[in-house]
């Protein structure tokens, strides 16, 4: 749980009010004005939802420029953002032909595969002249190539599961899939920091949602308790199934699930896990299989493993992995395997070119130096921020690492700055967190060397004290003399 500080609390949520009044001050000479002229279809509600419309025209737009900016280059440990200006006080932004090149610490690129890769690239370029960059086509139709057979064969394995079902995309693997799997009738019990693509599959399913304590597993325990003791709503009858649904790594939080508490609960309970692994599947454990893997856990106790191909293995697509009971069915009921267009070749490529260098399987060490890479620099960065004073969320060994700003000033003084010094940063604000939980999200490769690191670290640094966001004090610098002691600063 984070606790935040009391001041901090107060200016944030004076900050908001602030922005919320003056934006409805405005919103009320604009509706004024939008009456004088009479621009408005007549006789039609607004296309736009009233509060959403309000946040960005209000809110978002003042700092959209630390959002969304152009790259023009792959997203590599450096690579190139394009410079923008607005005329309009950031009401639009204009793409000039200046590049900033940057230090890149917000891409999901993990284990580096998303650059130009020695083994990787020209085996993609060479799927793409041999297939084309679209299958054109369904995979129960003409989309099935060879390429996808022999990707879900090596997801299966890479996962540990019998069977695998590869999709075009992360976000629709878990929308899509989550309502084939359960309706009206069951229950899904979900974690309260679950992904966007988890909820709007959740929603779409028709079963009944409860939410449990983010990574808290006794509350999943009283949760799944009651719920069992009361059954379905009116009814009371039993639910037809419970599947509980967890994440691998909270992407917000760079936590790590308690997957071997779940799992015992799952197990006691009779519910199905449906684990995500978008974030640590190729990222975390000894040969990248993982939280499975990192945390003891047998897969054969997880029932439905999905993850996305967007991080670690620089692609794009999802998987679903479990028994091949379960994926025969998938194949024959799921709308989006049915009638969506299947995964680009050159795509699907890249992943089992990934999976190949991951494993060995290219003939080098490559794969395993990746990993320990990504694990290194992954757990001193966190250390060294956390010796700075900075509120790091997160567990070791996970490359997410969120620092929290609060504010929501200090999230475009924050990606601002950093940037002026050639350092990229994602910044997170409400909604994607809760109003007051407004954070920078680091996400380290292993391609970055260590001097890249501790270059960011000195900008960081800099950019934390002119912002204000160090809110512990930070550990005394170590200096190793040469006889062996240690003095402190
Ligand atoms: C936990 C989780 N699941 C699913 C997705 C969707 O994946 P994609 O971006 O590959 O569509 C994401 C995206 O980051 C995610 O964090």
């Not at 935040?4 to 200016?11: D, G, M, V």
């Not at 969304?68 to 006080?89: C, K, L, M, Q, T």
């Not at 379960?326 to 969506?340: D, E, M, N, S, V």
């Not at 109003?435 to 999200?441: H, N, Q, S």
Request: hydrophobic residues 40%; proline residues 5%; positive net charge.
């Amino acid at each position: 749980m984070i606790t935040i500080p009391y001041l901090t609390a107060l200016t944030t949520y004076f900050s908001y009010g602030l922005l919320f009044a003056f934006g409805q001050f405005r919103d009320f000479f604009r509706k004024i004005f939008d009456w004088w002229n009479s621009s408005n279809r007549q006789g039609y509600a607004p296309i736009c939802l009233g509060n959403e419309d309000f946040y960005t025209r209000r809110l978002y737009l003042r700092i959209q420029d630390c959002f969304g900016r152009p790259i023009s280059s792959a997203p590599d440990a450096w690579f190139d953002v394009v410079e923008r200006y607005s005329n309009d006080h950031n009401k639009t932004l204009k793409r000039t032909d200046k590049v900033k090149h940057c230090l890149n610490l917000g891409s999901y690129n993990y284990l580096g595969f998303a650059a130009a890769d020695e083994y990787c690239t020209p085996r993609a370029i060479e799927s793409l002249k041999l297939f084309s960059p679209s299958t054109s086509s369904a995979r129960a139709d003409g989309g099935t190539t060879a390429l996808h057979k022999e990707l879900e064969e090596y997801v299966a394995n890479f996962v540990g599961k019998p069977a695998a079902i590869v999709f075009g995309m992360g976000y629709v693997t878990n929308s899509a899939i989550i309502p084939v799997l359960i309706g009206k009738g069951g229950l899904i019990i979900s974690d309260s920091l679950n992904h966007s693509s988890i909820i709007n599959g959740a929603r779409g399913s028709g079963a009944t949602i409860r939410v449990f304590q983010h990574n808290t597993p006794s509350h999943l325990e009283n949760v799944l308790r009651e719920q069992i003791a009361e059954g379905q709503p009116r009814t009371h009858r039993p639910w037809k199934k419970i599947i509980v649904v967890v994440e691998g790594i909270y992407s917000m939080e760079g936590e790590l699930c308690k997957l071997p508490e779940v799992v015992s609960i799952c197990k006691k309970y009779k519910a199905y896990v449906y684990l995500d692994e978008a974030h640590s599947i190729g990222a975390v454990g000894r040969t990248g299989r993982g939280v499975c893997e990192l945390l003891a856990v047998d897969t054969a106790d997880v029932d439905v493993m999905m993850g996305t191909f967007t991080k670690s293995f620089g692609s794009c697509g999802g998987y679903i992995a479990g028994s091949k009971e379960l994926i025969q069915f998938l194949k024959y009921a799921c709308p989006a395997h049915l009638y969506g267009t299947s995964i680009s070749p050159p795509a699907a490529q890249q992943i089992i070119s990934a999976i190949k260098v991951i494993l060995g399987e290219d003939g080098s060490s490559r794969g395993a130096q990746k990993l320990a890479r990504i694990r290194e620099n992954s757990n001193f960065f966190r250390s060294e921020l956390q010796k700075m004073g900075f509120e790091v969320l997160g567990d070791n060994d996970s490359p997410i690492m969120p620092i929290m700003l609060y504010n929501p000033s200090k999230i475009p003084a924050f990606s601002r700055e950093c940037l002026k010094q050639n350092v990229a940063v994602v910044t997170v604000g409400f909604p994607a967190t809760p109003l007051l939980l407004g954070r920078a999200r680091i996400c380290i490769s292993a391609s970055h060397s260590r001097e890249d690191l501790i270059n960011a670290l000195e900008v960081i640094s800099k950019v934390g004290d002119l912002v204000g966001i160090k809110y512990f004090p930070a550990e005394p610098k170590k200096e190793h003399r040469e006889d062996g002691t240690i003095k402190l600063d």
